[in-house]
């Protein structure tokens, strides 16, 4: 069923819910506790497998590929949502497979999608993990603990702000290691890990990064021409257009008042390029750096505080009633369940116990 080879323990099937057909992984039993794995962007279910095979016993592990990714129907993003359309398949998913209940695991865009999921159903969320997830304000184009836009159009944010050159060698499923700047392989072992890791299913978990939909309507996404620093603004389509904090900005309010609140785990790598106060792939990072000219200053776009946000918003959650831990794990990069599995999945299983 699925394009990409499983590992042994791991079924994989296509399931027809109200919204769409979605492809989704599965391990243990199938009366067992659900435990919902959400993937990151230019990724899949895949990248869970190793970690949806750990759980304890008597656990079901329920992996969907996100539309747009994998082998799920090609739908389009309508990031005038938010994450909402991601939010919305998933709930599908659920009520279609009889899990009125979860557990939920998010990573990185997936971290994003279980903030805006607590927001909308909390629920039916029995515990919440967070692995290297991005701000709650969204991705670019804010410029403080609070989440305050750069600009009013939020420029710097959205479908505008992805690398040409990448997207090129993303469509054309480029395997190669010959652009050290955009080649999809040199990027996934240069950031979604730290280098000198490799994980032991490179060439499947490329697979499952060059699986993603690449298009102006789909990733990244379209954009619009902001008469501001960096001159590109939010389009409406696309899943980097859903991770605009004008989109999804809105979502932290419904997270700091949904009620019941469950606890959540953060779990992130001290050594992250991807979600960081310093994101190598933001633009008041790259401004300041001096890698795009005409950074117009830290008082008017300083680097996203991502991390600060993200503990300032969850400090804020356990001050209303929540509660979250933070683990952070040393020598780690962006995805601490591959890098890290002994000790992301200690916290993990405890959360869950």
């Not at 296509?14 to 039993?29: C, E």
């Not at 895949?46 to 129907?73: K, N, V």
Request: net charge negative; charged share 15%; aromatic share 10%.
């Amino acid at each position: 069923m699925s394009s990409i080879p499983t590992l042994p323990g791991i079924t994989s099937q296509m399931i027809d819910t109200p919204r769409l057909q979605q492809h989704v992984l599965f391990s243990g039993p199938a009366d067992g506790k659900p435990v919902l794995f959400i993937h990151g962007n230019a990724s899949s279910a895949t990248f869970w497998e190793e970690t949806m095979l750990a759980l304890p016993s008597g656990f079901r592990g329920i992996a969907p590929d996100l539309r747009g990714y994998g082998d799920t129907e090609d739908k389009l993003i309508d990031a005038t949502r938010g994450l909402g359309d991601f939010v919305d398949d998933i709930l599908a998913l659920a009520d279609t497979l009889g899990v009125q209940k979860f557990h939920v695991a998010g990573h990185s865009l997936g971290g994003s999608v279980v903030f805006s999921l607590i927001a909308a159903a909390p629920a039916r969320v029995i515990s919440a993990t967070l692995a290297a997830p991005g701000s709650p304000y969204g991705f670019g184009g804010t410029k403080d603990v609070h989440g305050t836009p750069t600009f009013p159009d939020f420029a710097g944010s959205g479908g505008g702000t992805v690398n040409p050159e990448f997207i090129r060698l993303m469509g054309e499923k480029n395997r190669g290691a010959d652009n050290p700047q955009a080649s999809p392989r040199i990027v996934m072992n240069s950031f979604y890990w730290k280098p000198p890791f490799k994980p032991a299913r490179e060439e499947d978990l490329l697979s499952s990064m060059l699986s993603e939909r690449v298009g102006a309507d789909k990733y990244p996404g379209d954009f619009t021409a902001s008469a501001n620093w960096p001159t590109v603004a939010p389009g409406v389509y696309g899943p980097i257009n859903a991770l605009s904090p004008k989109y999804v900005g809105d979502s932290v309010q419904k997270l700091l008042a949904a009620s019941p609140k469950p606890p959540v785990l953060w779990v992130r790598g001290d050594s992250d390029q991807i979600v960081s106060d310093m994101s190598l792939f933001e633009f008041g990072t790259l401004g300041k750096l001096g890698a795009v000219p005409g950074w117009p200053g830290d008082d008017v776009y300083p680097p996203q505080p991502m991390v600060s946000q993200i503990r300032a918003v969850l400090e804020q959650y356990a001050a209303n009633g929540g509660s979250f831990t933070e683990v952070i794990l040393a020598e780690c990069g962006h995805t601490p369940y591959i890098e890290k599995p002994a000790e992301f999945n200690a916290a993990f299983h405890q959360l869950l116990a």
